[in-house]
């Protein structure tokens, strides 16, 4: 069988990001799939328009097409435009049996759609996040008949696909609500046991002895409102000075997060910010970590999200921190594998997550359930299986 697989973004391990894509692929091509890509080149230094490269059995066309987390609006819009046109052009170039689309942004799923109606290949169109229910939530595209066209854009997205696999069943639900289906299949985020087992120091970074660590890997945006933690490590360094916070990544926001912390008086005190590692470089730094953490800004509709960092704190035997509601936040209930910190702490709230914090008993059990949880639930093979049904399914 041939996969197409089309995805404006893909990370891979020597680098930072999510690889999530990475693993399904090379998964599928040890499962005797032959994968051939559509993606982008996003990092704006391309040499020509499209790059054709082969690993690891994948076959990979990258587009050039500049995009980053410093970007507004505007010049994300004409980035997604820019890899519609593109990829679409490129797919049907393409010879395939089937196409898998993953969004971030909808608009991926245009060129499956295309190859759908004029070349009658059938198309997965995978969900990482509810599109474009968050913008709109967040308050981008006010105008009513953008808004109309975009929620039709999905419907009819949804409709034509021989199957959609939201990453959560939060974004399981909020599509259901709109668009009824019997076609969705649940494939959380992949919790890389295998890759965090590996603890082997690979960068500079230490933890002074005696201290407690939050760790927080990944973007500095606006949907991450990292500003939260910050004041919150405020709170907590007059109580206990030996808890301290870790951020690692970059983003739009970081410059006006390390002001905020100098503001506050917590900047290489308690708030230590660093610039992004590459994912090989993780599980070592979990290993340094006494709890992993995913926070977003108070939208309900962000609560649905299938964070990576969430999944890669579970593999390294860390408990997860979150600092907001749904599908989450009952997994962490349930399995006795976090802490969830509410939306506007005061100072009782931090005097509660010091207590939690230096609960070593708790915080040991809470480890051991959250890898069972990620072996149990959320592994490569698991979600492989899951795929390799599905692809199975409709070959039938």
Request: hydrophobic share 40%; aromatic share 14%; glycine share 6%.
């Amino acid at each position: 069988m041939k996969l197409l697989y089309i995805t404006q973004y893909f990370g891979v391990p020597e680098k930072a990001g999510g690889t999530r894509k990475y693993d399904i692929s090379s998964s599928f091509v040890k499962r005797g799939v032959e994968v051939i890509v559509i993606t982008s080149d996003n990092t704006g230094e391309a040499k020509s328009k499209w790059t054709y490269e082969e690993r690891d059995g994948i076959k990979f066309y990258k587009l050039d097409c500049p995009y980053n987390n410093f970007m507004g609006i505007a010049k994300r819009l004409k980035s997604f435009l820019c890899f519609l046109f593109g990829s679409t052009r490129k797919a049907f170039s393409i010879d395939c049996d089937m196409i898998l689309a993953t969004s971030t942004p909808l608009t991926v799923g245009f060129p499956a759609l295309m190859m759908h109606w004029l070349k009658r290949k059938p198309y997965i169109f995978e969900v990482r996040d509810v599109w474009p229910g968050c913008p709109f939530a967040m308050g981008y595209f006010r105008n009513p008949f953008v808004r109309k066209f975009l929620f039709g854009f999905e419907k009819l997205i949804y409709r034509e696909a021989a199957a959609i696999v939201p990453l959560s069943t939060g974004i399981d639900q909020n599509i259901k609500k709109r668009y009824p289906n019997d076609k969705s299949v649940v494939i959380p985020n992949i919790s890389e046991v295998n890759r965090f087992s590996n603890t082997k120091k690979t960068t500079d970074i230490t933890v002074p002895e005696g201290k407690n660590m939050l760790l927080y890997t990944g973007t500095f945006g606006n949907v991450n409102g990292l500003s939260y933690i910050i004041k919150f490590a405020a709170m907590t360094l007059s109580i206990e000075p030996n808890i301290v916070y870790y951020l690692i990544g970059n983003g739009k926001e970081k410059s006006e997060n390390i002001r905020l912390a100098e503001e506050l008086g917590v900047l290489n005190k308690n708030v230590f910010i660093y610039d992004p590692v590459r994912k090989n470089d993780l599980p070592y730094v979990y290993s340094l970590a006494t709890v992993g953490s995913s926070f977003v800004i108070d939208i309900p509709a962000l609560w649905d999200n299938s964070a990576n960092k969430f999944f890669d704190t579970l593999a390294a035997h860390r408990p997860i921190v979150i600092n907001y509601e749904g599908w989450q936040a009952d997994t962490i209930r349930i399995n006795n594998c976090g802490y969830v910190l509410p939306t506007n702490p005061d100072k009782e709230d931090a005097m509660k997550f010091v207590e939690y914090m230096n609960n070593g008993e708790l915080l040991k059990t809470q480890g051991a359930n959250a890898f069972e949880l990620a072996e149990r639930e959320y592994s490569l093979e698991v979600a492989m299986d899951k795929y390799m049904g599905i692809l199975e399914h409709i070959k039938s």
